[in-house]
């Protein structure tokens, strides 16, 4: 029983595009959400996060949105640039900024940028 | 950010012997570390809540006598995969909190022949 969905296996971008990654959760307790990016043999790298009392949250190239309502969340890059060629994750917490409790993960969107 | 290491990054061992992970944040103190596993084309998945001075929670299904983990200070928590098994192989990455974020570790690939 997934309760964080990553729908999309793979998404290829063109450089220079918005990358809008896409994320669903069904477990109506997680209020705490994170992307985190990773490479192959490598832990991830947090790139954002979000609390479930905003809607939105930018930090550069990164921006993430939260629709509680449908339960989505998104991720967009823009523009999106080759060294963003990774597979990113979505993730879940029950405990607002998950610093006491354990993530749930999506399986992954692998993102490609191409030329 | 917040810098987790993990030692050792790759472990290959004879199926039967212990192998042990260790994982500490280098620049931040951490009451709570978590343990995660990997398996290919798989999502992460918590295995336990490591808690500084206190017994580890595990998840649904992990076993705790296989499983050992000890977070004797607030920058150090290891993982002892006791009698380690062949099904035991797997991506093994930890985290820990800083305020409201989880930061991970670059992980250890375990292999048991």
């Known amino acids: 029983d997934q309760q964080v969905k990553q729908n999309s296996p793979s998404l290829s971008v063109q450089e220079g595009r918005i990358s809008i990654l896409n994320c669903d959760y069904t477990?109506?307790?997680?209020?705490?959400f994170l992307w985190y990016k990773k490479y192959p043999a490598e832990g991830p790298t947090f790139l954002i996060s979000?609390?479930?009392?905003?809607d939105k949250n930018e930090d550069g190239r990164f921006t993430v949105f939260l629709n509680k309502s449908a339960k989505h969340l998104s991720l967009h890059i823009v523009p999106s640039q080759p060294g963003d060629s990774a597979v990113y994750f979505c993730?879940?917490?029950?405990?607002?900024?998950?610093?006491?409790?354990?993530?749930?993960f999506g399986k992954g969107t692998h993102l490609i940028i191409q030329p | 950010g917040a810098v987790v290491s993990q030692h050792p990054s790759r472990v290959i061992c004879k199926s039967g012997t212990s192998v042990k992970i260790e994982c500490r944040s280098l620049?931040?103190?951490?009451?709570?570390m978590f343990w995660y596993r990997q398996f290919p084309k798989q999502s992460l998945m918590l295995m336990a809540t490591?808690?500084?001075?206190?017994?580890?929670?595990?998840e649904q299904g992990v076993e705790k006598d296989k499983f050992l983990i000890n977070h004797a200070s607030l920058t150090l928590s290891t993982l002892t995969v006791t009698s380690a098994h062949p099904e035991d192989s797997s991506f093994y990455i930890c985290?820990?909190?800083?305020?409201?974020?989880?930061?991970f570790g670059p992980g250890t690939r375990l292999l048991v022949l």
């Open positions: 985290s820990a909190s800083e305020r409201e974020t989880q930061y």
């Open positions: 477990n109506s307790m997680f209020d705490y």
């Open positions: 979000i609390s479930s009392i905003k």
């Open positions: 993730a879940a917490s029950g405990y607002s900024g998950g610093g006491a409790d354990g993530l749930t």
């Open positions: 620049d931040f103190q951490a009451t709570t």
């Open positions: 490591s808690n500084e001075g206190s017994k580890a929670t595990y």
